[in-house]
C-alpha cells in the first residue's frame, strides 16, 4: 500500500522533528492505518506530508526499525511488521489527569526505565548516544518554556529503550507516549515549589547525570542515576500532592 494518509504537518519547533515523525507513523501502524505488510509511503512522499528533510525520514525510519515496527528490503521499500493489537497495552493520556495518576505513570517508570539505562549503558551505539545528546541539547535550549520541553523529554527516554536493542522496552515507551512527561498535565514547578527556572535546571542536572553514566557505558551508575531522577520527579510531586489534600482537609 503506497497511499499516502493525510495528516497534519509537523509542527516546527525547537524539538525532535524525527520523533514527531516517528509518533505519527506508530499511531498510524497502531490504529490500523498502516497494516501488516503494507508498503510505507516514498520518502520523498512523507518529506512533502510533513514538510520535512529527507534526513528527518531516514532518522524516523531507522527507530521504527529499531522498534522493530518496520523493515526495509533494499531496492523495494520500508513494509509495516508489526500492527499492535488495539485491544492489547495501552496508557490513555486522556486517563491521566489527576496528580495521583501521574505518580501511579512515575511508580510505574520506575520499574521499567532503571533497567533499561542499565541494558542502554552496555549496548548502545555511538549514534545512538548521540541523539540522545541531541535530545538533551534541545531540552536545555526550551527549558524555560516547559511545553516546548515535552517532546525532547520523551525523546532522550524514548532513545534510551531504543539502545537496549529490546523492542519490548521501545514498545511500552512508545504507548505510554509524553504521558509520561508530568508537565503535560501538571504545572510540576508550581506543584514542586520552585520557579519554572530552577525546576528545569534541577531537571537537567538529572538527565545530564544518566547521559553521563551511559556514555562511559557504567551500566550501576546509570540504574542509579535513572532511579535518582524518577525518585525524585515522584518525591516532589508527591510532597505537593499531600500538602493539596491537608489544605483541603
Known amino acids: 500500500m503506497e497511499n499516502l494518509i493525510e495528516t497534519p504537518r509537523l509542527p516546527r519547533k525547537r524539538r525532535s522533528l524525527a520523533q514527531e515523525l516517528v509518533t ?129 523529554d520523551f525523546a532522550f527516554h524514548l532513545e534510551i529503550a531504543l539502545s537496549t536493542g529490546n523492542r519490548y522496552f521501545t514498545d511500552i515507551m512508545t504507548h505510554l507516549g509524553t504521558s509520561i512527561i508530568p508537565r503535560t498535565r501538571l504545572n510540576s514547578a508550581r506543584l514542586a515549589h520552585d520557579d519554572q527556572q530552577h ?5 537537567s542536572r538529572e538527565h545530564e547525570e544518566i547521559y553521563d553514566a551511559i556514555a562511559r557505558q557504567d551500566s550501576d551508575a546509570a540504574r542509579a542515576a535513572m532511579r535518582l531522577h524518577l525518585t525524585n520527579s515522584r518525591e516532589r510531586l508527591r510532597q505537593a500532592h499531600e500538602e493539596a489534600q491537608a489544605q483541603r482537609g
Not at 514538510?51 to 532518522?59: A, M
Not at 525546576?199 to 531537571?203: H, I, N
Request: overall charge negative; cysteine-free.
Open 199 to 203: 525546576y528545569m535546571s534541577r531537571l
Open 24 to 152: 505519527v507513523l506508530s499511531e498510524q501502524i497502531r490504529d490500523g492505518l498502516l497494516k501488516r505488510g503494507d508498503k510505507l509511503p516514498t520518502e520523498s512522499a512523507i518529506m512533502e506530508a510533513h514538510g520535512v528533510s529527507r534526513t528527518v525520514v531516514r532518522e524516523a525510519i531507522s527507530r521504527l526499525q529499531a522498534a522493530g515496527q518496520v523493515e526495509t528490503r533494499h531496492g523495494i521499500g520500508t513494509f509495516v511488521l508489526d500492527t499492535p493489537s488495539p485491544s492489547g497495552f495501552r496508557i490513555d493520556p486522556a486517563t491521566v489527569v489527576t496528580l495521583r495518576d501521574v505518580l501511579a505513570i512515575l511508580e510505574l517508570r520506575i520499574s521499567l526505565e532503571v533497567e533499561s539505562a542499565g541494558l542502554a549503558a552496555q549496548r548502545r551505539s555511538a549514534e545512538q548516544l548521540a541523539t540522545m545528546r541531541a535530545a538533551l541539547d534541545a531540552l536545555n535550549e526550551s527549558a524555560a518554556h516547559a511545553s516546548d520541553a515535552v517532546a525532547s
